[in-house]
């Protein structure tokens, strides 16, 4: 019963028209993954373009289905962050962040980031790479965190 109580939730947050749109694209990502047997597919969001995985569980899914992700955040960072400045992001996982954080703070900023699961990145160095901020965010991979350890 849960993809009914999905589409119902879908319906009535976005309309009719949206959730038509966000099937879609839900089978478009099926079809890539699973049929086309395409690791990555590429996808235009509000921007930047990114390279998503059709094969990694996690944010790919849902910023090709939806186009955006955790909107909170993309709205307190587009307040919270002027041209010209410096932020970390702990757990930059893809770049989806990073690729907005660098947007925001533009040519004069600069962006450091951990990433620390190594499936992730290729795929972060491939988004970064495809949108020409290679000068403007740095790339460590470990974890932060306060001991050592899993």
Not at 5 to 12: F, P, T
Not at 24 to 38: K, N, S, V, W
Not at 96 to 116: D, S
């Amino acid at each position: 019963m849960k993809p009914l109580k999905n589409l119902r939730r879908h319906l009535a947050h976005y309309g009719l028209g949206k959730t038509l749109l966000f099937g879609f694209r839900y089978l478009q990502f099926f079809y890539h993954g699973r049929i086309r047997c395409r690791p990555t597919v590429l996808r235009k969001l509000p921007g930047f373009s990114m390279i998503l995985s059709t094969t990694l569980r996690g944010v790919s899914k849902a910023l090709y289905i939806y186009g955006e992700r955790e909107l909170d955040m993309q709205l307190f960072l587009r307040e919270a962050l002027k041209p010209g400045d410096r932020t970390l992001v702990v757990g930059a996982n893809i770049g989806h962040n990073v690729l907005t954080q660098a947007t925001i703070v533009g040519p004069r900023g600069f962006v450091f980031t951990v990433e620390p699961d190594p499936r992730n990145l290729p795929l972060l160095w491939e988004n970064i790479r495809l949108n020409n901020l290679e000068s403007r965010i740095s790339v460590e991979q470990c974890a932060i965190g306060e001991r050592s350890g899993t």
